[in-house]
C-alpha cells in the first residue's frame, strides 16, 4: 500500500536555497551595502558618508544582535505553528508575556542570588520561556480542542499580554516600568541563542520524521491521519514550540537591558507582528526567517543612530519599511506559499 506521506513535500537543498527568491535577495541586499560602503568612501562627509559609519560601526552591529533575537525566535516558533496547520498572529503576545515573567522572577529571587548553583538571571530567563508557552498552550486548547478562529483567538493571546503584563509590573512595581535589574544577559548570549536556534528548526524541520509529520498537518491533515499520527498532537506539538521559541525570544529581549518595559505598546513593540512579516519574507524558511530578522532589526538600529546624529527620521516611517519591502518582494518574486490547510480545523477519522 503506498505511503499517503508521500505527497507531502519535502524540502530538500535545492528548495533551501532557491535560486529566483533567495539569490534576488542576496544580491540586493549585498549589491545595497556595496554600493553603501562605496559611497561613503569617497564622500565621507555627505550623508551616505554617515549612513556608512552607522551601518558597518560595530554599535550597530551589536544593536542588531538584540534587536533581531526577538524577531527571528518568534518567527523560527511562528512556522512551526503554521507548519502544522494553525496560525500563530499572538506572537507579539508572546513575547511580551515572557518578556515580563522572566524580569518578575529574576527581581523575586534577587540578582547575586541563586537556585541550586543556577543564577537568578537564568532562572528568570527559564520562567519566561515557560510563561510564553503556557500562555501558547491556552492558545493550543482554544484552537484545537474548541475549534475557535485561530486569528481571533491570536488577537486575544496579544491582547490579554498587552494589558496583563504593565498591570501585573504596576501591581509589584507601582508602574508599568520594572526597577533595572543592575545584571544583564549579553547581546553575545542573544546571537548564539538565535544561530542555534535557526540551526535546530532547519534540522527538525527537514530532517526529521517529526518535521515531516508537521509539514503534513499543514499541507495534507488527512494523509497524517490516514497512517495513524494524530494531527491534534502534531498540532499541539506546533504550537507548543512557537510559545518556547517566543519565550527564549522575549527573555533574551528583556534581559538584555535588565528591564521590562510596559508603557505604550511595551517594549515588545511590535516585534512579534514583525516576526511573522519575517517568516513571510523567508518563506518558512528558518534560514530566510534569520535573514529577515537581522535585516529588520539592523534597519531599527540604523535609523535610531540617525535620530543620534541629528537626523530627523520619524521612527515611525522607518518601522514601515518591512511591511513595504515585503509586499513589493511577495509582489514581484511571489513565491511565498501558505500551507494549504493553515488555519483549517480537523476532525479526526475513526
Known amino acids: 500500500m503506498r505511503n499517503p506521506l508521500a505527497d507531502v513535500p519535502v524540502p530538500l537543498l535545492d528548495d533551501l536555497i532557491d535560486d529566483d527568491y533567495v539569490r534576488s535577495l542576496v544580491v540586493g541586499v549585498v549589491g545595497t551595502l556595496g554600493t553603501l560602503g562605496l559611497l561613503g568612501l569617497l564622500f565621507p562627509d555627505s550623508v551616505a558618508g554617515d549612513l556608512a559609519g552607522i551601518v558597518f560601526s560595530a554599535g550597530t552591529a551589536e544593536s542588531t544582535a538584540r534587536l533581531a533575537a526577538p524577531i527571528v525566535l518568534a518567527g523560527l516558533g511562528g512556522i512551526f505553528a503554521e507548519k502544522s496547520g494553525v496560525i500563530n498572529i499572538g ?123 508537521l509539514r503534513a498537518s499543514g499541507e495534507n491533515p488527512k494523509a497524517l491521519d490516514t497512517v ?81 546624529l541629528g537626523y530627523a527620521v520619524p521612527d515611525t516611517l522607518v518601522q514601515t519599511i518591512p511591511y513595504v519591502v515585503v509586499i513589493v518582494v511577495l509582489a514581484l518574486v511571489g513565491r511565498t506559499r501558505i500551507p494549504a490547510a493553515a488555519g483549517d480545523h480537523y476532525e479526526t477519522e475513526e
Not at 535573514?291 to 539592523?298: E, K, M
Request: aromatic share 10%; hydrophobic share 55%.
Open 228 to 308: 495513524g499520527v494524530s494531527v491534534s498532537r502534531v498540532r499541539y506539538a506546533g504550537v507548543l514550540l512557537s510559545g518556547v521559541l517566543s519565550g527564549v525570544g522575549g527573555s533574551a529581549l528583556a534581559l538584555s537591558i535588565g528591564q521590562f518595559v510596559g508603557s505604550g505598546e511595551t517594549m515588545v513593540q511590535g516585534k512579534g507582528f514583525i516576526a511573522i512579516v519575517a517568516y513571510l519574507f523567508g518563506n518558512y524558511n528558518p534560514l530566510g526567517t534569520l535573514g529577515a530578522g537581522v535585516l529588520f532589526a539592523g534597519l531599527d538600529a540604523t535609523q535610531i543612530r540617525l535620530q543620534q
Open 91 to 213: 506572537l507579539e503576545g508572546l513575547l511580551i508575556i515572557s518578556a515580563f515573567a522572566s524580569v518578575y522572577i529574576a527581581s523575586v529571587i534577587g540578582i547575586g542570588n541563586a537556585v541550586l548553583g543556577v543564577p537568578a538571571i537564568w532562572i528568570g530567563f527559564l520562567a519566561g520561556i515557560v510563561a510564553s508557552t503556557l500562555l501558547a498552550g491556552v492558545f493550543a486548547v482554544v484552537c484545537i480542542e474548541f475549534k475557535a478562529d485561530q486569528i481571533i483567538a491570536g488577537l486575544a493571546v496579544w491582547l490579554i499580554a498587552l494589558g496583563l503584563a504593565p498591570f501585573m509590573s504596576t501591581v509589584f512595581f507601582g508602574g508599568v516600568n520594572t526597577p533595572n535589574l543592575g545584571a544583564s544577559v549579553g547581546w553575545r548570549y542573544s546571537a548564539t541563542m538565535v544561530v542555534i536556534a535557526t540551526a535546530a528548526s532547519w534540522w527538525t524541520l527537514n530532517r526529521t520524521a517529526f518535521g515531516k509529520h
